[in-house]
């Protein structure tokens, strides 16, 4: 016996639908009457007599409404399939009316019931055909809600090998262009193998459809699928769908887009609207992955509490920290066609709508409550839906939003790690009835294994730097002549900044190099783009400059924001790149267009968040970051893109500073440690009343509101004693770490104002390192001259090990690394076990017992253990090869010096370079002679590091003497020097 579709897949969701009580009924397709367009007559006009009174009362009025939509069925042939859903769904909603009331007066006409689910039929069907024109067409599963078609499905046999949920949404997406008519009112569509379920709404590309996970991972494969599709088609999930979570935008090519939820959007903003109608907690905390698609959940969230009929219209407030996330936010709901939405403009707008009592949905930033010093509304129904909570409500002006909102919900979204130091995101958000404080939780492992995000790659390509230290020694003496031990400690210290390092101008050459040869060869032949990050915005016209060069001026842009600008800065005219909100987004737009020629965007900290751009691929990194930072960064690449038959598989990140282990601790969860750094909270609210009586005890009887100059004094004079000043320092600083901790929290309203003067007192008296800023003055040009003198960067390293961060690892990742690093260490120890007769492996030996050592005494965490594993693992297989292959390594690598040379020579000579004399030429092939004859060996032209490090080295050696434009001369050098060389 074989199993077939039929039996195995398309009958167990007929039955797992017709099993729901009060839901779909079955209906053998031979026995519908159906009309023209697909819908049963029948059961659409009894709909309309049992939820219309003024139809029951004139049924004559059925056959002007069946015109008026089956104008709009056949529309879909002339203005699009999309543009046809859209224009009924308005009548699906009750949206429309027509005079047909007394004395003519306009009424809703209602097609479905979405309060009482009961006053609906729903008939599902199996085998159903359609004609249109001269095509026939036959679906597996069809769902009619008061005789429309809502719902379609495909199945597949999952015992055949090669099929799976892909063949039944490309049949269904091929259905759509054939037999269009027949999709008009579809809320989704949905396709399953018998393993998974996918769904999407009309015209969406068949590889972008989504998985609908099942309730429970219980079950094997079939009893997962069957489940899922029970709770994606079950009658009050459709509806659901239709009424609150569908919306319409323009894709890249300004074609118009049905949007439906992903199931994480559908499944947090029900939960949200729960908790509000339930009225308690106030409170939830929603971590979603970055890219996981925040802003379309709160629109989704926003219009469903907007719109419920039990909620009697409230207002919801989206707050977000930063000015182009308010940008961002408010595009997506202008591109969403929400209606009552308005973005506020000033504080005193903010304040005057919430004073007010203004029911609509406000888009604001956080900045904007500075001003709030009073309760604004006590209102128990105002939601506020804060965006990067953790970075929101940090500080004063979360409170502030507390404080003049008392009686509001709040709901924390953000897309990154809550980590310890985040410990006031749970506190303020996390509800104790909540499972780990997470009202909603959507891992980057879940974003990965749905295709909501692409994995990343990280690449390290690191820069060897060379620093004579005895030479630089001996004159750093003789500038410094003179100066104390501690003035040139200062001096140094503010030399080696990384700054200073990262753009120095022959490091600079190095990287923009590489940039420009990675990009070439791997980004832009892909129809993809990339951003460079940089170190400030001095270092962002930097690059500008030599990317201009190598790839021309009209391949990248700086964007940058106003304000900070150093006095390089100003000397640079960098303001030139600050553009209004409207220049920006237009650049933008033109970034995200594939048939724009610009192609890289320069930044240094704008666009890092919120910025979204499916089309970029690669981000170069050359700035250190890290935690929230850095995975908010990085993740600007990991959006899914397709574009014809170009699908982005995967996001790339070209590291030039190093900062995984950063990326790594931001992954890190640690729930145990969360729960008790949230009762640490409580523990330290208690302490806080004693540390503020024992700070403002050392100022007895002094009148703190006196805010002049006579106040300020006598607060001063009370810490004259040297003594006295240090045990206040003291006093203070443990109130400030209490404070900090604890903030923002109810309970420091009382005592903001004490704390506040005692902060100003103590930001008075403490000292100040004066000496080091006029050191700096005096001699900080000629140090900082003296050492990039002698700082030597010698190439950019691409042989580095590249880091894939797939579902799999992110799994482990946020699960348990532990097991993987006593894998790792049991497999070294016994290696090392093995060789320890030779003495050159005993310092590795010695470093796997100390590294054993330091975790053991939780000096490490197990991701940073697991690292530090993996680095001793790569030393040891380093050494294995040394040993082993000795002999082969020693092998002379030889060749024909003077025929190489001679064939570059004559290629450079024939080249006729601009005037170019044959000493130039010379110059060059000696240039090119002795970087290669450095770096190659034996069998390099057959090895991809060695094609790279070579193609590299030549590429230098062209730009460096203004030659790297003719790609014809660069090929053909390549080809000169791998026969010859």
């Known amino acids: 016996m074989s199993f077939d579709e039929a039996s195995s897949v398309r009958d167990r969701v007929r039955d797992e639908l017709t099993q729901i009580e009060g839901g779909w009924r079955f209906v053998p397709a031979t026995d519908l009457d159906r009309s023209a367009f697909g819908w049963l007559d029948e059961e659409f006009r009894d709909a309309l007599i049992r939820l219309n009174p003024d139809i029951a009362a004139d049924p004559g009025h059925i056959d002007r409404i069946q015109y008026e939509l089956g104008a709009i069925v056949l529309s879909s042939g002339r203005q699009g399939l999309v543009k046809a859903n859209q224009d009924l769904r308005s009548w699906l909603l009750g949206e429309k009316t027509l005079p047909i009331g007394e004395n003519g007066k306009h009424v809703a006409i209602r097609l479905l019931d979405f309060d009482v689910l009961e006053n609906n039929r729903f008939i599902?069907?199996?085998?159903?055909?359609?004609?249109?024109?001269?095509?026939?067409?036959?679906?597996?599963?069809?769902?009619?809600?008061?005789?429309?078609?809502?719902?379609i499905g495909e199945a597949k046999n999952p015992t055949r090998p090669s099929v799976s949920w892909l063949d039944a949404a490309y049949q269904v997406s091929s259905y759509e262009e054939e037999v269009t008519p027949f999709f008009v009112p579809n809320v989704f569509s949905f396709a399953i193998d018998g393993r998974e379920v996918r769904y999407a709404a009309v015209g969406t590309d068949f590889?972008?459809?989504?998985?609908?996970?099942?309730?429970?991972?219980?079950?094997?494969?079939?009893?997962?699928?069957?489940?899922?599709?029970?709770?994606?088609?079950?009658?009050?999930?459709?509806?659901?769908?239709?009424?609150?979570?569908?919306?319409?935008?323009?894709?890249?090519?300004?074609?118009?887009?049905?949007?439906?939820?992903?199931?994480?959007?559908?499944?947090?903003?029900?939960?949200?609207?729960?908790?509000?109608?339930?009225?308690?907690?106030?409170?939830?905390?929603?971590?979603?992955?970055?890219?996981?698609?925040?802003?379309?959940?709160?629109?989704?969230?926003?219009?469903?509490?907007?719109?419920?009929?039990?909620?009697?219209?409230?207002?919801?407030?989206?707050?977000?920290?930063?000015?182009?996330?308010?940008?961002?936010?408010?595009?997506?709901?202008?591109?969403?066609?929400?209606?009552?939405?308005?973005?506020?403009?000033?504080?005193?707008?903010?304040?005057?709508?919430?004073?007010?009592?203004?029911?609509?949905?406000?888009?604001?930033?956080?900045?904007?409550?500075?001003?709030?010093?009073?309760?604004?509304?006590?209102?128990?129904?105002?939601?506020?839906?804060?965006?990067?909570?953790?970075?929101?409500?940090?500080?004063?002006?979360?409170?502030?939003m507390r404080d003049a909102l008392p009686n509001a919900f709040l709901f924390g979204m953000t897309g990154t790690p809550i980590n310890q130091r985040d410990r006031n995101t749970f506190k303020t958000f996390g509800a104790d009835e909540d499972s780990q404080r997470y009202l909603s939780r959507y891992s980057q492992a879940d974003s990965l294994t749905d295709g909501t995000t692409v994995e990343l790659r990280f690449e390290p390509r690191l820069t060897s730097l060379h620093l004579p230290g005895e030479l630089l020694d001996k004159e750093f003496a003789a500038l410094t002549e003179g100066l104390t031990e501690t003035q040139r400690h200062k001096l140094v210290t503010r030399t080696a900044r990384m700054e200073e390092v990262i753009k120095q101008p022959d490091r600079l050459d190095l990287v923009c190099m590489d940039i420009a040869e990675h990009f070439t060869e791997h980004v832009a032949p892909k129809g993809l783009k990339a951003m460079v990050v940089t170190f400030d915005k001095e270092a962002c016209w930097l690059y500008k400059q030599r990317l201009d060069l190598l790839l021309g001026e009209e391949?990248?842009?700086?964007?940058?924001?106003?304000?900070?600008?150093?006095?390089?800065?100003?000397?640079?005219?960098?303001?030139?790149?600050?553009?209004?909100?409207?220049?920006?987004?237009?650049?933008?737009?033109?970034?995200?267009?594939?048939?724009?020629?610009?192609?890289?965007?320069?930044?240094?900290?704008?666009?890092?968040?919120?910025f979204d751009a499916p089309i970029m691929q690669t981000m170069y990194l050359d700035k250190v970051m890290k935690d929230h930072t850095l995975l908010q960064a990085i993740c600007r690449v990991n959006r899914p893109y397709s574009r014809g038959d170009q699908r982005k598989n995967h996001g790339v990140v070209i590291d030039y500073v190093g900062v995984f282990s950063d990326l790594k601790r931001a992954l890190q969860f640690d729930e145990r440690s969360m729960q008790h750094a949230v009762q640490r909270l409580s523990d330290l609210a208690s302490e806080l009343p004693e540390a503020l009586t024992g700070c403002l005890a050392f100022f007895p009887g002094l009148d703190r509101t006196d805010g002049s100059g006579h106040g300020l004094e006598a607060a001063q004079r009370a810490l004259a004693h040297p003594e006295t000043r240090d045990q206040f320092a003291a006093a203070y600083l443990r109130l400030s770490r209490i404070w900090e901790a604890i903030s923002p929290d109810p309970q420091l309203a009382p005592h903001r104002d004490d704390y506040l003067w005692l902060s100003q007192i103590y930001e008075s008296v403490r000292p100040r390192d004066d000496e080091g800023r006029i050191l700096w003055r005096k001699f900080g040009a000629q140090t900082r001259a003296l050492v990039a003198s002698h700082l030597k960067f010698e190439a950019v390293h691409a042989d580095l090990d590249t880091l894939v961060l797939d579902a799999d690892m992110a799994r482990q990742l946020e699960e348990n690394p532990a097991p993987h690093a006593r894998r790792v260490h049991d497999d070294l120890k016994q290696r090392l076990l093995e060789r320890r007769d030779d003495p050159s492996y005993a310092p590795l030996s010695e470093k796997l017992e100390q590294l054993r050592n330091a975790y053991e005494a939780n000096q490490l965490t197990s991701i940073l253990y697991l690292k530090r594993l993996l680095h001793i693992a790569r030393e040891v297989v380093a050494s294995e090869k040394a040993t082993g292959t000795a002999s082969m390594e020693s092998v002379s690598l030889?060749?024909?010096?003077?025929?190489?040379?001679?064939?570059?020579?004559?290629?450079?000579?024939?080249?006729?370079?601009?005037?170019?004399?044959?000493?130039?030429?010379?110059?060059?092939?000696?240039?090119?002679?002795?970087?290669?004859?450095?770096?190659?060996?034996?069998?390099?032209?057959?090895?991809?590091?060695?094609?790279?490090?070579?193609?590299?080295?030549?590429?230098?050696?062209?730009?460096?003497?203004?030659?790297?434009?003719?790609?014809?001369?660069?090929?053909?050098?390549?080809?000169?020097?791998?026969?010859?060389?």
């Open 124 to 151: 599902l069907s199996t085998e159903v055909t359609f004609h249109h024109r001269t095509k026939r067409r036959r679906f597996d599963v069809v769902g009619w809600v008061n005789g429309m078609p809502l719902v």
């Open 207 to 400: 590889a972008d459809w989504t998985p609908w996970p099942a309730p429970s991972p219980e079950g094997v494969e079939i009893e997962r699928a069957a489940a899922a599709v029970r709770h994606l088609v079950a009658p009050e999930t459709v509806l659901d769908m239709l009424a609150y979570f569908t919306v319409y935008g323009s894709d890249d090519d300004h074609q118009m887009t049905k949007i439906v939820p992903r199931h994480q959007q559908f499944d947090a903003a029900n939960r949200i609207v729960s908790r509000v109608l339930a009225g308690s907690p106030r409170k939830g905390l929603i971590w979603h992955f970055q890219g996981s698609g925040k802003s379309l959940l709160m629109v989704f969230t926003a219009g469903k509490l907007r719109r419920h009929p039990r909620l009697g219209n409230p207002t919801v407030l989206i707050v977000v920290d930063r000015i182009e996330l308010d940008t961002q936010i408010s595009s997506t709901f202008n591109a969403a066609d929400v209606s009552g939405v308005k973005s506020t403009n000033s504080g005193p707008e903010l304040i005057d709508w919430l004073r007010s009592g203004q029911r609509m949905t406000i888009i604001t930033t956080i900045q904007k409550f500075r001003d709030a010093r009073e309760v604004l509304s006590d209102r128990d129904d105002i939601i506020c839906l804060v965006d990067e909570a953790h970075r929101t409500q940090e500080g004063d002006l979360g409170t502030r």
């Open 555 to 610: 391949a990248s842009d700086i964007v940058i924001s106003d304000g900070d600008f150093t006095q390089q800065a100003r000397d640079l005219n960098l303001k030139r790149f600050v553009r209004t909100r409207t220049e920006e987004e237009n650049l933008l737009e033109r970034f995200r267009d594939p048939k724009d020629a610009l192609q890289i965007l320069i930044v240094t900290a704008k666009l890092l968040t919120g």
């Open 894 to 981: 030889e060749r024909n010096t003077e025929s190489g040379r001679e064939a570059l020579t004559r290629l450079f000579e024939q080249a006729g370079r601009d005037g170019k004399t044959p000493a130039d030429v010379q110059q060059v092939v000696e240039e090119i002679d002795r970087i290669v004859m450095g770096m190659r060996w034996e069998g390099w032209q057959r090895t991809t590091r060695g094609e790279r490090e070579v193609k590299r080295a030549l590429r230098k050696v062209l730009y460096a003497h203004r030659m790297h434009h003719d790609e014809d001369l660069f090929a053909r050098a390549y080809a000169y020097i791998a026969e010859h060389y």
